[in-house]
């Protein structure tokens, strides 16, 4: 079984903060790696993905990636209130025709 | 460029009934996946077309639930009967193709409620 693990939280961080999202996987064979936000009652919205070891950055979004480790995280820097989300890993791999499979999200919430 | 688009957004039916749900992918998109959401659960894979083909099926419940996509664009997920653990909302997404930077994008999903 292919897993996909993320603290449930809720994670609470101060408006200006860096927020640190972390993400592990099971199968080793996992090559490309996506964060997605959720909004309440709403879909699922692709932030950022990432396919090789260490760090990609766009805007205030970084995601880092460890595969010796399997480890993905991500990290919002500047917190505003409208992060304030649930944030979904997924993992997909050659084997599954690369089809996401997603953790259970992390909420987080960015405080005034 | 549009999005991908799904119909109903919401649906109430009573146990037992059939209910269909609807998806248009963005257009050239060969890939398009069905997925299943539960309240504080990740998205689950319920069934993923390459073009008209379902090339992964494993974790639908062949029994009530079912899929098409003919001529590999739109695509409709039926479930017939419906039982009360069927609510949840369900989820379609699409992308351009497989590969290393597959990124998959969602419609707005329809929330099944069965009563």
């Known amino acids: 079984q292919k897993e996909v693990e993320q603290n449930s939280g809720p994670l609470s961080v101060p408006e200006g903060a860096i927020a640190s999202l972390n993400c592990t996987y099971s199968?080793?064979?996992?090559?490309?790696f996506f964060w997605y936000r959720q909004y309440s009652g709403k879909s699922p919205e692709l932030i950022m993905s990432i396919y090789s070891n260490g760090d990609k950055e766009d805007g205030r979004f970084t995601a880092q990636l460890n595969k010796a480790s399997q480890y993905v995280s991500l990290l919002i820097r500047d917190s505003q209130p409208s992060d304030s989300a649930t944030y979904l890993c997924a993992a997909a791999d050659s084997n599954s025709g690369y089809a996401l499979n997603f953790g259970k999200g992390t909420s987080l919430l960015v405080t005034p | 460029e549009a999005g991908v688009v799904q119909s109903p957004r919401y649906k109430i039916i009573e146990k037992k009934q059939p209910v269909a749900f609807w998806c248009n992918p963005i257009?050239?998109?060969?890939?398009l996946y069905w997925y299943l959401q539960n309240l504080g659960q990740g998205p689950e894979l319920l069934i993923r077309?390459?073009?008209?083909?379902?090339?992964?099926d494993s974790q639908l419940p062949k029994d009530r639930f079912s899929a098409e996509r003919l001529k590999g664009v739109d695509s409709t997920l039926k479930i017939q009967p419906a039982e009360l653990g069927d609510s949840a909302v369900y989820l379609c997404a699409s992308s351009p193709g497989r590969g290393l930077n597959t990124e998959a994008f969602f419609g707005q999903g329809t929330r099944l409620t069965v009563v």
């Open positions: 257009s050239g998109h060969n890939t």
């Open positions: 199968d080793r064979g996992s090559q490309s």
């Open positions: 077309y390459e073009n008209e083909e379902a090339v992964d």
